[in-house]
T-cell receptor, first 116, second 118 residues
Framework: KAGVTQTPRYLIKTRGQQVTLSCSPISGHRSVSWYQQTPGQGLQFLFEYFSETQRNKGNFPGRFSGRQFSNSRSEMNVSTLELGDSALYLC???????????????FGPGTRLLVL | AQTVTQSQPEMSVQEAETVTLSCTYDTSESDYYLFWYKQPPSRQMILVIRQEAYKQQNATENRFSVNFQKAAKSFSLKISDSQLGDAAMYFCAYRRLTSTSGTYKYIFGTGTRLKVLA
């Protein structure tokens, strides 16, 4: 099976612009989570989508939004970019193995966003 | 609110030696999961090992093992016979249930960069 893919891999934007990042989960995985990774803060949870519905949300401002399509692909959007939004944005698709009480997250390579 | 703390920003280990990465967490819940993830340079993050809080036995995966001290809220990762390929950023993570609907979210520490010296 192909792994989690994220596009684009690198992005440079300027303050005030908006950006859309895409994530394609592993085939058959219906849950997609997004994280922001910065050197000082580590990974911070943005939101999780399952079957086209946002199931969980982290503590980020409303400028950060997302959606999931019927094929489980997900996009996240950041509007009115700020310098502090520069980060690696990771997507993870999740599946629960039969007989297991906990799911396994599979991470994509990330999109590195630089805001100038 | 739950928190995860990794107090060692960077660690070094000689090849073939053993190293222990520390992680502490804070929670008032009794049922949860703990994880160690590995993020090699410019490569994807992968799951190394996980521990269910209700299990007293420490999890082990080949050269990787944990020391889970529930009362102390400590979850350290031991890497035995360190290899050059172990060099990476290691993240400790906590997973909780956020509601009775079974949804969850993960809380990650800030990471420990492990260097393996030849």
């Amino acid at each position: 099976k192909a792994g989690v893919t994220q596009t684009p891999r690198y992005l440079i934007k300027t303050r005030g612009q908006q950006v859309t990042l895409s994530c394609s989960p592993i085939s058959g995985h219906r849950s997609v989570s997004w994280y922001q990774q910065t050197p000082g803060q580590g990974l911070q949870f943005l939101f999780e989508y399952f079957s086209e519905t946002q199931r969980n949300k982290g503590n980020f401002p409303g400028r950060f939004s997302g959606r999931q399509f019927s094929n489980s692909r997900s996009e996240m959007n950041v509007s009115t970019l700020e310098l502090g939004d520069s980060a690696l944005y990771l997507c993870a698709s999740t599946v629960r193995s039969s007989g297991s009480f906990v799911e396994t997250q599979y991470f994509g390579p990330g999109t590195r966003l630089l805001v100038l | 609110a739950q928190t995860v703390t990794q107090s060692q920003p960077e660690m070094s280990v000689q090849e073939a030696e053993t190293v222990t990465l520390s992680c502490t967490y804070d929670t008032s819940e009794s049922d949860y999961y703990l994880f160690w993830y590995k993020q090699p340079p410019s490569r994807q993050m992968i799951l190394v090992i996980r521990q269910e809080a209700y299990k007293q036995q420490n999890a082990t995966e080949n050269r990787f093992s944990v020391n889970f001290q529930k009362a102390a809220k400590s979850f350290s990762l031991k890497i035995s016979d360190s290899q050059l390929g172990d060099a990476a950023m290691y993240f400790c993570a906590y997973r909780r249930l956020t509601s009775t609907s079974g949804t969850y979210k993960y809380i990650f520490g800030t990471g420990t960069r492990l260097k393996v010296l030849a």
